[in-house]
């Protein structure tokens, strides 16, 4: 039943998958700097840096949670339009 759902209404999991988004976009930018001194020939950054690589992973894994509550909600809603 499309002709209920407003167009701009969020579904659910669709917080948790922009959050994962911006988490994993953090990641990609500070693994980008963590590996520049490689190609560059300058001194490492500090440990912490590597640390804050691993957001990659962690954005990966909130957005992959919001995806599954978002069908787990899909087909709540599938079984109650046909039941």
């Known amino acids: 039943m499309r002709d209920k759902t407003q167009p701009n209404s969020a579904a659910?999991?669709?917080?948790l998958i922009r959050a994962g988004v911006i988490v994993f976009f953090?990641?990609?930018?500070?693994t980008l700097v963590t590996v520049a001194p490689l190609?560059?020939?300058?001194?490492?950054?500090p440990?912490?840096?590597f640390g804050l690589s691993?957001?990659?992973?962690?954005?990966?894994?909130?957005?992959g949670a919001g995806?599954?509550?978002?069908v787990a909600a899909g087909r709540r809603q599938a079984?109650?339009?046909?039941g």
């Open 54 to 63: 691993m957001l990659m992973a962690l954005g990966f894994l909130i957005a």
């Open 79 to 82: 079984r109650s339009d046909a």
């Open 12 to 15: 659910a999991g669709d917080r």
């Open 26 to 30: 953090i990641g990609t930018v500070a």
């Open 67 to 70: 995806l599954l509550q978002s």
């Open 47 to 49: 440990t912490y840096m």
């Open 39 to 45: 190609f560059l020939g300058v001194k490492p950054f």
